[in-house]
């Protein structure tokens, strides 16, 4: 063994050894087809759910007991009951990518295929298929590019997903929140509404970074990943996700940037390639640089970091942007913003003879300087009304497609559709938002019903108890940010 090998180490409980071909336990794992038998298919994902836990069970331990070092073997894990989980993790109605198998096709003969694609896998003659493009509007106007995955590639990405998560999950930082297990987008808006009402904040930096998922740097990626993963047969199947390219306009388009957006491994990929990208950067740039109070908060590419000094936040624009380049990475320089925000700024803008602070928006949100009732700052948050807006327009369409079905399905349907939004969006101090949602939706579905028929009565009167009946009135669901956070976050 090389000197430089010595310090690797490998997770080694559970590996079959190489010469024996298949795992001696795949052969006790294989069953006969079950035929419309409900109780045996839930008793075999239970059975093959409690494999995988145990299996990361002993990658969890192995990271804990040495933070550093390589990971020299992990494929071993990708077994078919971590093929199998993963394939039920995946999204039933999920649009197919190009080889045009849907998830139901691929259940009615599971076990066959999944047999098949692990002996692919492990043998190395897995090839990865290139995604199938795909562009969904944006609330600006914008279409957003993506990359819709074949059925096997998601397979195989969830399950080393699955794996590699038990590592990283060890080494991102506390204010990474984006696509990491048991984090969501409520916890990072908690985590900067709290950082931003009890620490020292009087600016805040809004960073954007230009079209962060197709700018990765593909070999800076993967020197990144091999940074802690040694085993290079993950490293191979990483590389073959990135080459794959995307089928667009029936030609297939590779590139040395981008991670595909929209795959399964991709959010993983952007945290890890932020992870070394900005991070820990970012992290010892508060400790060493940083000459006052400082808050970070990371969604994915979504960057957002509050300061005590305008000096420091100043310095820090400048060093990210340096520090971004380097890595083939750039700040928007039009939606990259430095703005006074914080408890003291209203007062200190209104000695000054200013105007209110601005506001920033963040995950959905519209960040805004308040008051309570007793003139003490209160932070308000508000739903962003360009996206208000966008999902009202989605709305409407589907109305329209929708016009002569009967009342009961329409209400169904709505009642879905507005609770849906206020899942997301009803945080304290957002009711009237939602309640303009709401109203709209009303004024959207009455217009809907009037147009069924030159005679139609829906008056304002009837309408008003169809609403009532069927849409959800505004409630606030969420606890106040402070709650959660201390609850989630014990100190």
């Known amino acids: 063994m090389h000197e430089h090998e010595k310090s690797d180490f490998a997770i080694v409980a559970g590996k079959p050894t190489n010469k024996t071909g298949k795992p001696a336990a795949e052969s006790v794992e294989r069953r006969a087809k079950t035929e419309g038998n409900t109780g045996q298919q839930n008793t075999r994902r239970a059975q093959d759910r409690e494999s995988v836990s145990h299996a990361l069970d002993r990658v969890r331990n192995a990271v804990r007991q040495r933070k550093q070092g390589r990971f020299t073997s992990l494929l071993h894990h990708v077994t078919p009951q971590a093929l199998r989980t993963a394939f039920y993790a995946l999204k039933r109605d999920a649009a197919p990518g190009v080889d045009g198998v849907t998830w139901r096709d691929y259940e009615a003969n599971l076990d066959h295929m999944v ?3 692990h002996r692919r896998v492990h043998s190395g003659a897995y090839r990865a298929l ?8 944006k609330a600006d106007g914008r279409q957003r590019p993506l990359a819709i995955a074949a059925l096997e590639d998601k397979i195989v990405q969830r399950a080393t997903v699955t794996v590699l998560n038990e590592i990283y999950e060890e080494d991102f930082l506390g204010f990474s929140y984006g696509f990491r297990p048991g984090r ?3 916890d990072a808006l908690d985590a900067l509404a709290v950082g931003i009402d009890r620490r020292k904040v009087n600016f805040i930096l809004d960073a954007d970074i230009r079209a962060f998922f197709d700018q990765v740097n593909q070999d800076w990626l993967i ?4 940074h802690r993963i040694g085993d290079h047969r993950i490293v191979r199947l990483v590389q073959k996700w990135l080459k794959a390219g995307v089928l667009e306009n029936g030609v297939v388009l590779t590139s040395e940037q981008g991670t595909g957006q929209g795959s399964v491994i991709s959010p993983l990929l952007a945290n890890i390639y932020l992870h070394y990208v900005f991070d820990l950067w970012a992290n010892r740039w508060r400790r060493r640089e940083a000459r006052g109070d400082m808050i970070i908060v990371r969604y994915a590419d979504d960057i957002i970091v509050g300061f005590e000094l305008e000096s420091d936040a100043r310095r820090f624009q400048t060093d990210m942007r340096r520090r971004l380049e380097e890595f083939s990475l750039s700040l928007h320089p039009e939606k990259t913003r430095l703005i006074e ?4 700024v209203a007062d200190k803008r209104s000695q000054r003879g200013q105007k209110r602070p601005e506001t920033f928006n963040f995950l959905g949100f519209t960040f805004i300087c308040g008051k309570t009732r007793k003139g003490k700052f209160l932070l308000h ?3 962003r009304r360009d996206r208000m807006i966008a999902r009202l327009k989605e709305v409407k369409a589907e109305l329209k497609k929708r016009r002569h079905q009967p009342v009961l399905e329409q209400g169904k349907w709505l009642r879905l559709v507005i609770g849906g939004y206020f899942a997301y969006h009803a945080v304290p101090t957002n009711t009237r938002a939602l309640q303009a949602f709401r109203n709209a939706i009303v ?3 009455r217009q809907t019903l009037r147009r069924r028929g030159q005679r139609d009565r829906t008056t ?5 108890k169809l609403a009532a009946i069927w849409l959800p009135t505004p409630k606030i669901l969420h606890p106040w940010p402070e709650r959660r956070f201390f609850v989630r976050h014990p100190r």
């Open 115 to 117: 047999e098949d694609l």
């Open 443 to 445: 004024l959207q579905w």
């Open 223 to 226: 020197r990144f990943v091999e």
């Open 341 to 344: 925000f914080g408890r003291q």
């Open 460 to 464: 304002v009167e009837k309408m008003a």
């Open 381 to 383: 948050r508000k739903s």
């Open 130 to 137: 290139p995604a199938r493009r795909r562009y969904i509007p």
């Open 184 to 186: 969501g987008q409520h």
